[in-house]
């Protein structure tokens, strides 16, 4: 008697992630999402014969790289992000929040690419072509070989691909396209699978630079199934703050060049353009030293940003004295509150404490805590810090200052920007009372070992000491 073929077991699926379990569950183990559980077909287990090659294998230093040489997009930002510019038949996956200026930074690239006399296709699944056009005309982004498309079947996107044949394509979004004798409705896991697969076949097939807009969660992770991120070859996130124009381009995922670069754009009713020197959105220059302020230098990926930090101490009426920030890490900010209370002398426990940043900066890594103390210490004290000094710094739980990455290149910014001044951490092992000082280009940099010995040089101290800036002439 033969023997009979197993049964096939039930597979459940997450709907939001498409992680999958054997049983049924409550709550998916991947994504913690509530009730997106649910059966699926199993799908059918057989052996997959050998089949004829589309090319065959060559040596590696015989396989030719002219056709994936970096061209430009038309947008530098977007060309320091990517490595170079774009590559033939790579695959980017664009996410970011609803109205961030997606679809106007790629009507953009698009339109650069076709004024470069090389055709662009741009497929709209949210909007009608009508719709596209209004903002064209508003942008000045209408060039002749700029080709739109409102669809959102995955066989008629291919249909248009074949017969317009881009050089560039966009589709706006993945989540849109539904792909027809695929289960589930478009955004669903196994249709951003199957779209995303075609898509990205084509675009190898063809040699063709496709960009898909990604949505995302309400966490800011890119919403679908993870192997949508694992299909393409780079993966790129839009930030920016409602609030402000400034927006961010940053690399999650590139396989032809750098995941440390930053693209600055600034967004307005014209359109979007492209932010090369950034830091004076982040600082204010005052007519006058003002008490609480003090300028930190950041790094985003590899480039260097100045960004302003403001801090105002009032004597609180409540209970429980307030705790606000903007811009800043409130755990960190509380942390160098509980450092200047316990090593640098100041009583802040019964006052009111609002911390932020100019320009709608974010300062998250703990180089930018050296200047957090100094405009905390400023504003408490109603002393300004001499003008012209930036600070950079991290600051231990025992008062030390410690070294931060990349300090000559922060160095070089803010000598670059016309500081005078800059208060850095000592070299480890250094056991000199006095500042150490150095030059660089012209910029004059002082070295101290803890955040006491630093606000005591700017003379913001409960107890300030003879500090080389108290009989300089420049101050």
Known sequence: MSKAAPKPRPVFRCSECGWETVKWVGRCGECQAWGSVAEVAAAPVGRTPAAPVTAKAVPIGEVSVEQSAYRSSGV?????????????????????????????????????????????????????????????????????????????????????????????????????????????????????????????????????????????????????????????????????????????????????????????????????????????????????????????????????????????????????????????????????????????????????????TVGGARLSEPASDLAVAVALASADSGTPAPPGVVAMGEIGLAGELRRVRDLPQRLAEAARLGFSVAVVPAEPGERATVPRERRVDGMRVFELRDVRSALEFLRLGPRVRESPLRDDPDF
């Not at 409705?185 to 097939?205: F, I, N």
């Not at 940053?250 to 950034?278: H, Q, W, Y």
Request: glycine share 10%; charged share 20%.
């Open 76 to 356: 530098p930002e977007l060309d320091r992000v990517l490595g170079g510019g774009l590559v033939p038949g790579a695959v980017i996956l664009l996410a970011g929040e609803p109205g961030v200026g997606k679809s106007t930074l790629l009507l953009e690239v698009a339109a650069q690419t076709a004024r470069y006399q090389r055709r662009a296709l741009y497929v709209s699944g949210e909007e009608s072509a009508s719709q596209v056009r209004l903002r064209a005309d508003r942008t000045g982004a209408v060039q002749p070989e700029l080709y739109l498309a409102a669809e959102t079947d995955l066989g008629a996107v291919l249909t248009h691909i074949e017969e317009a044949k881009p050089a560039l394509l966009v589709v706006d979004s993945v989540q849109t396209i539904g792909a027809s004798g695929v289960d589930g409705v478009p955004g669903g896991v196994s249709q951003v699978k199957e779209v995303a697969a075609a898509l990205v076949r084509t675009a190898k097939t063809h040699n063709i630079t496709t960009v898909l807009v990604g949505h995302v969660t309400k966490d800011g992770t890119i919403a679908g199934p993870r192997v949508l991120e694992h299909l393409v070859d780079v993966v790129l996130h839009f930030e920016g703050d409602r609030n402000s124009r400034f927006r961010m381009v940053r690399a999650m995922k590139n396989r032809f060049g750098p995941v440390d670069e930053v693209g600055c754009f600034d967004l307005s009713s014209d359109g979007i353009t492209a932010v090369t020197d950034p830091t004076g959105l982040f600082v204010e220059r005052h007519h006058q030293p003002v008490a609480g302020t003090c300028v930190a230098v950041t790094m985003e990926g590899r480039r260097p940003l100045l960004a302003e930090v403001q801090a105002l101490v009032t004597q609180s009426a409540l209970d429980k004295p307030r705790r606000t920030t903007s811009g800043l890490d409130g755990s960190r900010v509380a942390m160098v509150l509980a450092v200047l209370q316990r090593h640098c002398g100041y009583a802040l426990a019964a006052r009111d404490i609002f911390a932020s």
